[in-house]
């Protein structure tokens, strides 16, 4: 008998199909975690700040309570305060303050006032959800068709105030054509801090981006001003500080969690991005109120990294058909039919939300909350085995194919559903659940934006790396474009997406302006974490160091 006819016994022949299938299996090479076990030990010193500290930031917040409110101010100084109030961090401490101000302020319809002004009063009204109308800067041309602005101050408000247009706001495209001109230009003769900050916002605008870091990028900015509140001031500091102690022990609290499910060495193959998850989920949801959501959401996130590695580079056809099994049926018995290290990330994702269960759902009485929360889960990792059965025979999808589904591969539909589950009464109900789970506007335009972002970072070295079809590709594929003209119209959707969220925003609305904050959220840290490069996967440089200034080092006071 030839070395050809040999008849393996089954046992021998499973044995090689075993070691065929380890052998084929794809890495993509992720480098190390940059901060391994660092938040284990580290903490400041206003994680145990003592009664004098409490007592002073108690102080401070009553002072500016009562500027916020005050009823005297004139409109312009009250709008001024409030946007400040925003951009330094401490809005979220007079939230029924704010609303109840700008209220006031909108019924009084558009102001007549200078440029300055009504880049403000737009700005801080859109942005917390009241509709104003762009007509106001019609009326503020010139004669030349552009804007009376020569100071970097009221230039660089007029390019932050056009980043909340919608769709045939013509005037506010004109504006940001203008101011971004302007602000180049003056670049150079302008000093620091404000020199960065300008630099900053012109990669990355005020309203695009990441409001804790923009917190903390503007503190110095406000502190430079002659006109600053010395009180507010203080405030903000006092207050990010304090407010970054709890997040440390937020992010010490998930690294012992990672730590003992030890993926480094068991589920190797993936991503170890702990901590920036934790950032990732930081940009979304930074009130101490959400404490407890922010854990759940950074261990969720983490184990979806894991899952998208698992389907992307690392499982087999077969194996990820058993594992889109086991998660929709949500059994224990589910892990069965399962090789070791998917039962070691079944596991885990089990753990983590029966955890939530008792901690926060059943514990407040919404235990319909679950049944929410896995849905859309399950959602994911669907999305996750439709990528992979293009992948595995060759099929390439046309555009609005890719698109459908990668809304939902994106991960945002089903992590926005659970940050709603973590905001708690009276938000996380079953009517803005249920909305949740459809993907409605607001929801669609953030996933595309994650993914579309996504896409024109890293659609080069996924194909590289011999991974299924971008958008990209699948862009030009379709409509027989160049790359250069399919990135380019793949800009204009994601722009088109920012202004369906500025849309969507606006009042009246049927659901509350909180419940579409995670939405819009989200779509800020995709444009923070995808700036220029993939920064969650490459998470040296910009990233690091933005965790850096978060995380680590408190303000000086």
Known sequence: MSPAQVVLPVSAQTQNTAASEEANRRSAGYHPSFWGEFFLTHSSEYEKSDATVQ???????????????????????????IDATLRLGVGYRFEGEIESELEKIHSQGTPDCDLYTACI??????????TVSADVFTKLKNKDGGFDAKDAQTLLCLYETTHLRIQGEQVLEEALDFSTKQLEALLPELSSPLAEYVKNSLELPYHKGMQRLEARQYIPIYEAYSTKNDALLHFAKLDFNLLQALHQSEIREITRWWKDLDFK???????????????????????PQYSMSRIFLTKVISLASVFDDTYDIYGTFDELKLLTAAVDRWEPEATDSLPGYMQILYGALSEVFEEYKDMLINAEGRDYCLYYGKEAMKGLVRSYHTEAVSFHTGHVQNFEEYLDNSAVSSGYPMLTVEALIGMGAPYATKEALDWALKVPRIIKASSDICRLVDDLRTYKVEEERGDAPSGVHCYMKDYNVSEEEACERIKEMIDLAWKAINEEIQKPNHLPLPVLLPALNFARMMEVLYQNIDGYTNSGGRTKERITSLLVHPVTI
Not at 121 to 130: D, E, T
Not at 269 to 287: M, N, S, T
């Open 55 to 81: 007592r002073k930031h108690e102080e401070l917040q009553q002072q500016v309570r009562r500027m916020v409110m005050d009823p005297a101010a004139d409109t312009s100084k009250k709008l001024e305060l």
């Open 121 to 130: 009063w737009f700005r801080v009204l859109r942005g917390q959800g009241f």
């Open 265 to 287: 060495t068991r589920l190797s193959y993936a991503r170890d991005r702990l901590v920036e998850c934790y950032f990732w989920i930081l940009g979304v949801q930074y009130e």
